[in-house]
């Protein structure tokens, strides 16, 4: 037992040390030799706070479309959690995420099982087919920027040492390697995923209730609203990113192409296993603003701030949710 009981706490120590440790590394090489007093100077006299607060505001609406989403898609499940448990829901999921990265998805059908009593498996299905229509979307917007921008995405491949005629180059690209770490981070977080769900599944035996879960979608009465939040979603992810662009004098030239170009690059990033997708993030974004034209270290600039305030956001709201979930259902 004992034995046991060590090799849980080590893979839960794994699981949020790896994730941070993976994360400080990438942020690390990103950001050697990089002169950080620049970024209070920004931080004091160049950058325009209007900006960033129009930018955190759509930000704010992802997460309410999201979490008025995911109350459609319970219903027809029979379950009826408030509309605001489920935001607050999204809330905390997002900050979790934080800590362990993809906890969020467990902790927000958590929420809803403790003050609605939703069925938590069932809430896992509904969150299952959600991931799959992002998936979907997150493929559908990339596919329209690669056809779109395809030389930029040729230049970019070649910068990064991925450009199959070079295997030289490639071997002896550091830019390469880091590609290949975080690529192997996300298979094996995947990999850990699918045996935690289908072991939980196994165990408790709610594999049944997470299916029901997963087809409800096509159950949805409200299909258009359905569709309208979801548009909704991507719609504000992508202008609480394009707009910091004017928050900065060497980012606001860049036109809604480009923005578009660096969303997509910077989605993909955020699959890596790391606290919001810190490293390979600003490695993504600094990579491809380099590529249009920007200096490399206002590029450096721009992802170090513009990730930091977004992240704070995200902690904000979790606390918020956390506050707010026991005052609205203080009766039960």
Known sequence: MEGTERKKIIKKVLQVVFPLLLG????????????????????????????IALSLVFGVFANLFRGWRWKLALEPLNEHPKMANCVYAIFISYASNLVIPRVGEVSRCGVLSKY????????????????????????????????????????????????????????????????????????????????????????????????????????????????????????CYFLEFYLTFYAFGFSAHLGLSAGLVMFVVGTLAVIVPTPNGAGPW????????????????????????????QTFLLILLGIYGLLALPFINKTK
């Open 282 to 309: 600003h490695f993504a974004v600094m990579t491809m603003m380099v590529l249009y034209g920007v200096r490399k270290e206002d590029a450096g600039i721009f992802a170090l701030l513009v990730h930091g305030i």
């Open 116 to 235: 609605d009593g939703v069925s938590f498996s069932k809430s896992l299905g509904t969150v299952v087919s959600e991931r799959m229509i992002d998936t979907l979307c997150v493929g559908l917007i990339t596919g329209l920027v690669l056809v779109s921008q395809m030389p930029v995405f040729a230049t970019f491949f070649a910068e990064t040492g991925t450009n199959v005629s070079r295997y030289a180059e490639v071997l002896t690209s550091g830019h390469f390697y880091l590609i290949v770490v975080c690529a192997l981070a996300a298979l094996l977080l995947v990999f850990f995923l699918i045996r935690n769900v289908a072991l939980f599944a196994k165990l408790k035996g709610i594999l049944h209730n997470v299916w029901q879960g997963i087809v409800a979608l096509k159950d949805i009465k409200q299909i258009p609203i359905y569709i309208m939040y979801t548009i909704g979603i991507w719609v």
């Open 24 to 51: 400080l590394f990438i942020l690390v090489w990103v950001y050697r030799d990089f002169n950080f007093q620049r970024v209070g100077e920004v931080l004091t006299g160049g950058m325009d706070y209007g900006w």
